[in-house]
């Protein structure tokens, strides 16, 4: 009988990791004790909270959740702690590259401004990959719900600090608000100074919105994408483009867009060879870290390990990581499978 291997020593790029939501349970539990902030008892109960986004209210709700988790984040070094702790569980995971995305409007109230804001963050990130030895980048995202001029000004700021440390332009929220179109000039700015557009679609909305992403925001990765399996078309179009797909298992059932997580489109992507990148999402609510997707892949769609060494080796080709990281890393899958 061939033997299983540990999923979390199998070297891979971590893609798709928002900032809060990287945080552990324990540090939440004990910022909020530091700043005396009132928990809901769904982020106290020491299990992953019920949440459902596939309608408004459910949606509400999860950013409600998200937003009185970041309440708790008002220091410089909340902000450091958060990092290299992040850092920490995706060198358990078997991660040794990290692309973490934020959007630094949301924490500059409690730093200072804008400026200022995103300066703690990659100051935390660089301070963090030089402690742990992982190497952390930054992808800023711009909010879908708000106007987007907002989004020209932090498309302009982080070609700005391009040179700290930012790889790419995000754009996150509720796909089901604000067309891609809305921000195509944003994305424009981004990959005029050379940052790689990386938009959330396919999500909570169809293979249109993965659509959108692709012809008006020139996208090079998708924020999910798993709707792109119920059109074949589009699948064939991702594949023929090479444009990776960071897929959140876990993540896709928590917020109630599959039953199941066999529900997960991982096989029809696979096999139609779109190529993707596993990612954790938010395991603050959703519960579940890095090496835990490659469980899904395992268990739930039968994925052998010579296909889990090849995911991995898709999220280091979709990673902004420099040639040298990336070869070390696909000499390391190697390692994994051949071992």
Known sequence: ????????????????????????PSTLLELADKYGVHLPAALTGGNPPKLRATDERGWFRFQRLYDIARSCLREPEDIQRLVREAAQEDLRDGSGWLEIQV??????????????ALEVIL??????????????RVLVAANRMKHPLDARTLARLAVRYADRGIVGF?????????????????????????????????????PSSVRDCLDDLHARRIGHGVRAAEDPRLLKK??????????????????GVYEKPEDV?????????????????????????????????????????AELAELARQSVRGSAAPGGVQEKLLAGIDEWISD
């Open 1 to 24: 009988m061939e033997r299983v291997r540990d999923v979390s020593e199998l070297p891979k790029a971590h893609l798709h990791l928002h900032f809060t939501g990287s945080m552990r």
């Open 103 to 116: 959007d630094p409007t949301s924490y500059a109230p409690r730093l200072g401004g804008l400026i200022p």
């Open 123 to 136: 100051d935390a990130v660089d301070s963090a990959s030089r402690e742990t030895g992982l190497g952390m």
């Open 170 to 206: 995000g754009l996150s929220n509720d796909e089901r608000r604000g067309m891609a179109r809305d921000f195509d000039r944003a994305f424009a700015i981004a990959r005029e100074g050379g940052l790689l557009a990386a938009p959330h679609g396919g999500e909570l909305t169809g």
């Open 238 to 255: 991702l594949a023929e483009r090479g444009v990776t797909c960071e897929v959140c298992p876990a993540s896709n059932v928590a917020l």
């Open 265 to 305: 489109p991982l096989r029809t992507l696979y096999d139609a060879g779109v190529p993707m990148a596993l990612g954790a999402d938010d395991p603050l609510l959703f519960g579940s870290r890095l090496a835990a997707q490659y469980e899904i892949a395992r268990r739930h769609h039968g994925f052998t390990d």
